[in-house]
């Protein structure tokens, strides 16, 4: 049975605030690609905009009562630089780009990397741009975009079971330049990463394998050829491979091919992985796909319902992992 998805949202929020945030994040329109507009950005005063906020009106007032004009040049011209800070702080925000790489296959309780690549239009930096998950314990993570240029963050999310996960809400957000207000958007991504078994360990050896391939015609040999054979020395080539005796005669170099033995084939099956629990047997799986692909041999894969032929190579080895963290 596979491994049910790390949710994206959860489907019975407790809590009148988490049901509305839910049904506002389901609401989202699922891309990997994002641009911040005035209809998706959104502003409101920190915590410390509020005390610089009551600053201003405590110096109003001041002012007011004991008639002081550099009081009200003092209050208009800190109130001044908070709504030039206001559009600055929005404007850091407003037209950029973001573009999320759908994260790399990782093992199960391994983190996934997501890189996002931020892109800036116009002609004015953005400084202080920072992302994270929406929901997590995972921190911020920090970048500058220049002018007319590309940034780059790296944020890390960890998958705690095998299968297919969609990614979380991604929280874009700045407070550049004074801190006293916070502009946010909010990104769900459509792409999802895939968590491989994680492979048993310590695992027991490989099945007994088949024995030698069938042998459906000539050796090969070391260079590609089809039967043992002499071509001309190239550098590098041992020495007790040269032909010392061709080389007197002719006054010319040549070498031996080395035929090389047969790879063996070894089938992985499902029903013969020694235990009871179906993670179990998927991880111990996992394990000897990649024990095989490090021998060289050639590794056959066996799942109730599904058969991947023996082969060997990088694909192949995605393809079995694949197969395992899917299966169910």
């Known amino acids: 049975m596979a491994a049910s998805p790390l949710p994206a949202l959860d489907p019975r929020p407790a809590g009148w605030r988490a049901r509305v945030r839910h049904w506002w994040l389901a609401r989202l329109p699922a891309d990997d690609a994002l641009t911040l507009t005035q209809r998706n950005v959104y502003i409101l005063p920190t915590g410390a905009g509020l005390a610089y906020a009551g600053t201003l ?47 790399a296959p990782v093992f199960a309780g391994e983190a996934a990397h997501l890189d996002v690549t931020l892109t800036s239009p116009s002609s004015r930096p953005r400084f202080g741009i920072g992302l994270r998950p929406h929901e997590g314990e995972s921190g911020w993570v920090w970048t500058d975009v220049g002018a007319q240029a590309q940034g780059q963050a790296r944020l890390a999310v960890r998958l705690p079971r095998r299968g297919w996960h969609p990614l979380p809400v991604l929280v874009v957000e700045t407070r550049f330049p004074l801190g006293v207000f916070r502009v946010w958007s909010v990104w769900r991504p459509a792409a999802r990463a895939l968590a491989y078994p994680k492979p048993e360990e310590p695992a027991p050896p490989l099945p007994a394998g088949a024995g030698p391939a069938q042998d459906q015609g000539p050796r090969r040999t070391a260079e590609g050829g089809d039967t043992e054979g002499v071509r001309a ?8 491979t040269v032909l010392w005796k061709k080389a007197a005669k002719n006054d010319e170099l040549v070498s031996r091919e080395m035929a090389l033995p047969l790879a063996r084939q070894v089938w992985l099956d499902y029903a013969a992985a020694g235990v009871a629990d179906v993670e179990t047997r998927l991880s111990r799986l996992a394990a000897w796909v990649l024990a095989a692909e490090a021998r060289g041999v050639l590794y056959g894969l066996r799942l109730p319902g599904l058969e991947l032929g023996p082969d060997h190579g990088e694909a192949h080895k995605r393809r079995c992992l694949t197969a395992l963290a899917e299966w169910g």
């Open 57 to 103: 009106v405590v110096l109003l007032l001041a002012s007011i009562n004991y008639q002081l004009s550099l009081g009200y040049l003092l209050t208009f011209l800190l109130a001044g630089a908070g709504i030039a800070a206001m559009h600055l702080t929005h404007a850091n925000l407003r037209g950029l780009q973001l573009r999320l790489k759908p994260p």
């Open 233 to 240: 020395y190239r550098r590098g080539d041992p020495l007790k």
